[in-house]
């Protein structure tokens, strides 16, 4: 879970989409790397089953979440949430670069 801070803002990402859904056996292995849901659209559509692993473990560096509601037939809806710092007001008048304050 993410803690709030005066400090700290919360961005929310979400995705949906109407397609076929995640079975819902399927969902606790959804961002297992190299998984696939065993079903003829994706015997179809070549992938190595990795993104949601990859957005996973990026999350999980940046301490935010991923979870993911879906309903087979149905589609499928991804939400993220990421924490990040406010910028100090004197750090950033001192910084010439955008990359300096971080």
């Keep these: ?8 803002s919360v961005l929310s990402f979400i995705c949906e989409d109407t397609g076929i859904g995640i079975a819902p ?12 849901e ?7 559509i070549p992938s190595a089953g990795l993104g949601l692993s990859i957005a ?4 999980s560096l940046m301490r935010g979440t991923l979870s993911i509601k879906s309903e087979s037939g149905k589609g499928t809806t991804v ?9 100090k007001k004197e750090d950033v008048d001192k910084a010439s670069t955008l990359s300096e304050n971080v």
């Excluded at 065993?38 to 179809?44: A, E, L, P, S, T």
């Design 56 to 59: 996973q473990t990026l999350l």
């Design 38 to 44: 065993d079903n003829q659209v994706n015997y179809d």
């Design 25 to 36: 056996e399927f969902l606790p292995f959804a961002t297992k790397g190299f998984s696939r």
């Design 1 to 8: 879970n993410i803690k709030f801070c005066a400090h700290v």
């Design 79 to 87: 939400i993220t949430e990421q924490p990040h710092r406010y910028a």
